[in-house]
């Protein structure tokens, strides 16, 4: 049933922030840059970890809402102006694939796998950021929020990127940080395989995802059990 261990046919969807990548750092500056302009005190790392998964506009204005201020619709646009020119400039300082994520996709790759990225990041911003960071070319497709016609948790988002990929959901797997990715996969009826390393404060046994890796290193053998529990899935159909 293990399929001599090999992925092709199957197309592997990853989350980007908190998942690939490391992506606080940066976010952190770019928030805290607004904050300050604002005459506002900064906030630290693990309030920034507590904001993302939602896309940078909702990031920001909860960042406006730790430190007590909600900014009317027209200040707020322009933070965000702000925010994001900051961002773009400063994507990729700090940020970085987590460790030994570079090595597990190009596994995945020798083994046949096709990779696309699902993210509520914007597109331009996925697609700037892989691109510094070195990794466009292991990916056959990059969905950003905006580019979904209804972003993470709903379905069409994770349909979307597999098929842009090339991909059947029949045969894809799911990689992601949050409740957001949890819910994305299992309303696309995708197995779902949670990180531990990312930006989500529930635990693990509240997330119930189909399988849990704390490092990259557990990547290749924990989807290769996915992959085999939906082969067998299918079959008994
Ligand atoms: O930018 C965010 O807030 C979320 O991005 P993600 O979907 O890649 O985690
Ligand atoms: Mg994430």
């Given amino acids: 049933m293990a399929e001599n261990g090999r992925f092709d046919g199957w197309t592997v969807a990853f989350d980007l922030d908190g998942t690939l990548v490391d992506t606080a750092p940066d976010l952190l500056g770019a928030l805290n840059h607004v904050l300050t302009d604002a005459g506002l005190e900064p906030v630290d790392l693990p309030t920034i970890a507590t904001l993302i998964g939602n896309g940078a506009r909702a990031m920001m204005e909860k960042g406006f809402g730790v430190q007590g201020v909600t ?126 390393f990312g930006y989500e404060a529930e635990t693990p046994e509240m997330i119930a995802p189909d399988g849990i890796i704390g490092h990259y290193a557990q990547l290749f053998d924990a989807l290769s059990v996915l992959r085999d529990q939906a082969i067998a899935s299918l079959r008994g159909r």
């Fill in 71 to 196: 900014l009317p619709a027209a200040e707020m646009d322009a933070a965000f102006e702000r925010f994001i020119a900051y961002y773009i400039a400063n994507i990729a300082v700090d940020s970085r694939p987590f460790e030994g994520c570079t090595e597990a996709l190009d596994a995945l790759l020798d083994a046949g796998a096709t990779l696309c990225v699902c993210t509520n990041k914007r597109q331009d911003l996925s697609e700037r950021l892989i691109g510094e960071l070195g990794l466009t070319d292991r990916f056959a497709a990059i969905l950003g929020a905006d580019r979904a016609t209804n972003r993470k948790p709903h379905q069409d988002h994770v349909f979307e990127a597999v098929r842009a990929a090339g991909g059947t959901p029949e045969r894809a797997l799911f990689v992601g940080d949050s409740r957001t990715d949890e819910r994305a996969a299992r309303n696309a009826g995708l197995p779902f395989l949670f990180v531990t």
